[in-house]
């Protein structure tokens, strides 16, 4: 068992930054690998960025390919996604997950084990 602790969400207005952090606990931090998703009103939740286990691969959703960075500290135990350029359409409440079978990136959200409670961004334009 995992869990997941995210933090840094808030109100930001158009073309500024946020640094989520995703804070694991419970298990070796290392043996999983990562996923930040989000999930607007009305709408499904999606992945937007993924980590393989130490880091070597990453993934991004098309939408924020060019804004959003997503890294880890396997000695804090932590996942972030810097979000740069933000924009309204960015809006909803973003989810860190966890999957420990696999060690690339995992892009399919049925294969995450362990899911945070979420934090909101608003976006204000």
């Known amino acids: 068992q995992v869990q997941l602790v995210e933090s840094g969400g808030g109100v930001v207005q158009a073309g500024g930054s946020l640094r989520l952090s995703c804070l694991a606990s419970g298990r070796t931090f290392s043996r999983f690998a990562m996923g930040w998703f989000r999930q607007a009103p009305g709408k499904e939740r999606v992945l937007i960025a993924a980590i393989s286990r130490i880091g070597g691969s990453t993934y991004y959703r098309d939408s924020v390919k060019g804004r959003f960075t997503i890294s880890r500290d396997n000695a804090k135990s932590t996942v972030y996604l810097q979000m740069n350029s933000l924009k309204p359409e960015d809006t909803a409440v973003y989810y860190c997950?966890?999957?420990?079978?696999?060690?690339?990136?995992?892009?399919?959200?049925?294969?995450?084990?362990?899911w945070g409670q979420g934090t909101q961004v608003t976006v204000s334009s």
């Open positions: 997950a966890a999957d420990e079978d696999r060690i690339g990136v995992v892009t399919t959200q049925d294969e995450y084990d362990y």
